[in-house]
């Protein structure tokens, strides 16, 4: 169900603290923590605590967390000394989406060229 922790969730275990990660930010909506795959200086994910499946279905099921989690991007980048950075939200497996849990990417701290991928 929506909004649920669901077991088989990395993410979801991230926010119950049963798996580790290296936290930059949290609220009670939301946390921030840096990707274990980093792809440039500054790589942060940010996620909503509660499950959902990727950045659509968080944006239907829960506008307010999808405002919360773009909110949280912009104070991870001012906290990490910032002014140029990408988000990228991941939907679907064909865009790179390899958690089933909405998160955006903050990458940062090198040039970032565009197009990407």
């Keep these: 169900m929506a909004g649920e922790p669901q077991d088989d969730c990395l993410f979801c275990k991230i926010v119950a603290k049963e798996v580790p990660a290296t936290i930059v930010r949290e609220t009670e909506t939301t946390l921030a923590f840096r990707d274990i795959n980093p792809q440039a200086p500054t790589h942060v994910l940010v996620i909503p605590k509660a499950h959902h499946e990727n950045a659509a279905a968080l944006a239907a099921e829960a506008p307010q967390a999808a405002a919360d989690v773009l909110a949280e991007t912009k104070a991870v980048a001012d906290e990490e000394g910032l002014d140029s950075y990408?988000?990228?939200?991941?939907?679907?497996?064909?865009?790179?989406?390899?958690?089933?849990?909405?998160?955006?990417?903050?990458?940062?701290g090198r040039g970032l060229q565009w197009p990407p991928g």
């Design 86 to 108: 990408r988000l990228v939200f991941n939907t679907g497996s064909g865009a790179g989406q390899t958690v089933w849990h909405a998160h955006a990417h903050v990458l940062g």
